[in-house]
C-alpha cells in the first residue's frame, strides 16, 4: 500500500512543479510578451547615458535597459549591425508632459520589454501609450548616428506614467 501513496505523492509534486513552471513562462500579464532575439547574451544595465544618447530630448535620470545584437537573417557577417533595445527609465514632468501630447489611451499592455527589467516598473503606476512616431519626433532620434557609441535608434513602442515619472520603450537601431 506505500508504493501506491508514493506515486500519488509523486504525481501531486509533479503537478505541482508543472503549475508553477508554467505561471513562471508567462511572466508579467503588464506586458506584452517579449519576443525580441539574440545569438548571444543581452547587455543588462543601469546606465542613463544609453537612454540620453539614444533618445536625446530624454533627460534620463535613472534607467535600466537591456540590449542585444540581433541574429543575421542572411547567416554572413554584415558590416552594419542591428540590435534591440528595451527599457526603463525616470525622466522629468516635462518630458512626461510633452510625450503626452502622442497618447493613444490608457496602456493595456506595457511594451514587451526584457523580464529581468519588470521589476524596474511599480505596479502601481498608471501608463499612457505614445505613438511611436511622436517619440521619436519629441526625443529627437534621428540625431542618432549609426557610427556613435550606441549607434542609430528608433523607438519602436514608448509607454509614460505621470504618476511615477516613467518611460518603458522598445526601440531598435544599427551600429556601423
Known amino acids: 500500500m506505500r508504493l501506491p501513496n508514493r506515486i500519488l505523492a509523486s504525481a501531486v509534486c509533479l503537478a505541482s512543479v508543472v503549475a508553477f ?3 513562471c ?3 508579467d500579464p ?3 510578451p517579449f519576443t525580441s532575439k539574440t545569438d548571444a547574451e543581452p547587455t543588462i544595465a543601469a546606465r542613463t547615458d544609453s537612454f540620453n544618447e539614444r533618445m536625446p530630448n530624454l533627460g534620463a535620470t535613472e534607467g535600466h535597459y537591456a540590449a542585444a545584437t540581433t ?3 542572411r547567416g554572413l557577417p554584415s558590416p552594419d549591425q542591428q540590435y534591440w533595445f528595451t527599457g ?3 525622466v522629468p514632468a516635462e518630458t512626461i508632459t510633452v510625450l503626452q501630447q502622442g497618447a493613444t489611451g490608457n496602456a493595456d499592455k506595457l511594451p514587451a520589454i ?3 527589467l519588470y521589476q524596474y516598473v511599480p505596479k502601481n503606476c498608471q501608463f499612457a501609450t505614445i505613438a511611436a512616431d511622436h517619440a521619436n519626433s519629441v526625443l529627437d532620434t534621428a540625431k542618432t548616428d549609426f557610427n556613435s557609441d550606441f549607434g542609430s535608434f528608433s523607438v519602436t513602442e514608448l ?3 505621470a504618476d511615477c515619472n516613467l518611460v518603458v520603450v522598445t526601440g531598435e537601431g544599427v551600429f556601423g
Open 21 to 23: 513552471l508554467s505561471g
Open 25 to 27: 513562462a508567462q511572466g
Open 30 to 32: 503588464r506586458f506584452a
Open 71 to 73: 541574429p543575421s537573417s
Open 88 to 90: 526603463v527609465a525616470t
Open 114 to 116: 526584457h523580464p529581468e
Open 159 to 161: 509607454a509614460v506614467s
